[in-house]
């Protein structure tokens, strides 16, 4: 047994997923995946001679909430995905793709969702994980304020919600900087952009914009997630 399975790898994994009319391709993956994902996810990682002793997961579905109102997003608490993986397919399972209006979305918005978890503190290894999967640009933060369903203890500015990534929690932020990572499938878009470009620990996969992720490999996402945890 090597050393770095003495190690318990308690992972957090929030998807951020877009959930708008072209984003079909993507969803019906998940959807076809989210039973097995434990079992691949601890398979691929037990190959890099890490265990993982407790997965949990977490769906933020966005659209927009000037087009979409009280649809515009959908937050769930963490599935321990061991023993909750048929709920957490049943969640996955009710999304749809539909929705959206204009081409850019409230992807910031689902990211300061995702950032505010109930980020697990236990274990000897943490891995605090977000994935942002979305076809599409996204709206400034509070662009869409005007909806009577917009969050009302939203964060206000851009600079904002960069401190609540890179602040740490002993500088008021609200993630761990030994745990945190960032998996951006999006296209090349200026805040996804600006994003990988100056936030810690990010990386950006683009996408081709419109196409609903459907150039994504199951395998390659799967590698990518195993890559950021490990």
Wanted: aromatic share 10%; with cysteine; charged share 25%.
């Amino acid at each position: 047994m090597g050393s770095n399975q003495l190690f318990r790898y308690n992972v957090d994994i929030v998807f951020c997923i877009d959930a708008t009319g072209s984003m079909a391709p993507i969803l019906d993956l998940v959807k076809e995946k989210a039973l097995s994902f434990y079992k691949d996810l601890s398979s691929e990682m037990g190959q890099k001679g890490k265990n993982i002793s407790q997965l949990r997961a977490k769906i933020v579905a966005f659209r927009d909430y000037v087009a979409d109102g009280e649809n515009a997003m959908l937050v769930t608490d963490f599935f321990d995905l061991e023993t909750d993986s048929k709920r957490f397919k049943n969640v996955i399972n009710s999304l749809h793709p539909v929705g959206g209006g204009d081409e850019p979305e409230d992807g910031l918005e689902a990211l300061a969702y995702a950032m505010k978890s109930n980020w697990t503190r236990d274990g000897d290894k943490r891995r605090h994980l977000i994935v942002v999967w979305s076809d599409a640009s996204t709206h400034p933060i509070g662009f869409s304020r005007s909806s009577k369903h917009y969050p009302k203890r939203m964060v206000e500015t851009f600079d904002e919600l960069t401190e609540m990534w890179d602040g740490g929690l002993d500088s008021g932020g609200v993630m761990d900087d030994n745990a945190k990572r960032l998996l951006i499938f999006a296209p090349d878009a200026d805040y996804w952009n600006t994003i990988s470009d100056t936030w810690d620990n990010v990386i950006h996969y683009q996408s081709t914009a419109g196409a609903g992720l459907e150039e994504l490999d199951y395998r390659e996402i799967l590698s990518q997630i195993v890559n950021s945890i490990a």
